[in-house]
């Protein structure tokens, strides 16, 4: 299911390791989330879309275009 993350994470030349360590979580987990055996909290998805500079949705899958929406402006 998160094929787009594993994609994303190798092409930064990371470990899961590495990326477990940026999330503050533990490396199963980690590696959980690009297994789909563990569901990724919705704050963590929106922190790897911002880290990775695309959308949730391509992390997801929902779409194969890696381009993040347009961010609302803050009032």
Same mark, same amino acid.
């Given at each position: 299911m998160y094929e787009h $993350?594993?994609?994303l994470r190798e092409d930064k030349d990371l470990s899961q390791a590495d990326m477990a360590q940026l999330l503050n979580i533990h490396q199963t987990t980690y590696s959980g989330y690009e297994l789909g055996s563990c569901n990724i909290p919705n704050?963590? $998805?929106v922190r790897l879309a911002e880290y990775f500079e695309t959308?949730?949705?391509y992390l997801l899958d929902v779409t194969d275009d890696p381009r993040p929406y347009p961010r609302r402006k803050r009032r």
């Open positions: $993350l594993r994609g704050q963590t $998805l959308s949730v949705d």
